[in-house]
């Protein structure tokens, strides 16, 4: 996956809440208004489903950002996608996990993670191009278009589905329960906000 340095440096046009928000704040194109999204520390916000609470918390995850940056789009009639994927979460693909994988005994855990996807290219705003050490994400075990208004109960919904299939075809995963899974995968997610 590529960084916001991939996107074109669209100039912006006066368009709806989410352009003039960005505008605000002396970002006047897409490629410097996806750099800005991008340096915001990754965290949860309180309410995944206001379009600005990315810049009004100056946080967010990858949820949220592509959310923000899809909606930007959309006000400026660029054709961007904003993408559903589910990918093996490892240590070297996201660093920081591997000790609470490895506390438990797995080596990777199917993980929700939305990206946008515009002529050809996956962009992710939650690496910067300099992460480009990190080991990409290579492998997407499943990927859908989906809505801003997406971003919270049907994402969950579907990652929780993808994994009941995945323990289901996994022999070695028995013993654990989907909320054990989960808890699992909250630990990792919270360990990425530290």
């Known amino acids: 996956m590529l960084s916001w340095d991939a996107l ?25 208004a996806a750099q800005y999204t991008c340096e915001l520390p990754y965290g949860r916000n309180s309410d995944p489903n206001d379009p600005l609470i990315v810049l009004v918390e100056k946080r967010g995850t990858c949820s949220t950002k592509h959310a923000l940056l899809r909606r930007l789009a959309s006000e400026q009639k660029l054709d961007i996608a904003l993408v559903l994927g589910i990918y093996e979460m490892t240590e070297g693909n996201t660093p920081g996990v591997g000790p609470i994988l490895q506390r438990h005994g797995l080596s990777h855990l199917p993980e929700a993670h939305c990206y946008l996807w515009t002529e050809g290219k996956h962009i992710d705003l939650t690496r910067a191009p300099s992460a480009r050490l990190v080991e990409p994400i290579a492998r997407l075990l499943h990927e859908e278009e989906i809505s801003p208004e997406q971003i919270t109960h049907y994402k969950t919904a579907v990652h929780r589905r993808f994994l009941m299939k995945w323990m289901a075809n996994n022999a070695g995963l028995s ?20």
């Open 8 to 32: 074109d440096p669209f100039r912006l046009m006066p368009a709806g809440v989410v352009t003039a928000a960005f505008l605000g704040i002396a970002k006047i194109d897409l490629r410097t």
């Open 175 to 194: 013993g654990l329960t989907l909320e054990t899974v989960w808890e699992i995968r909250e630990e990792c997610i919270a360990r990425l906000s530290q």
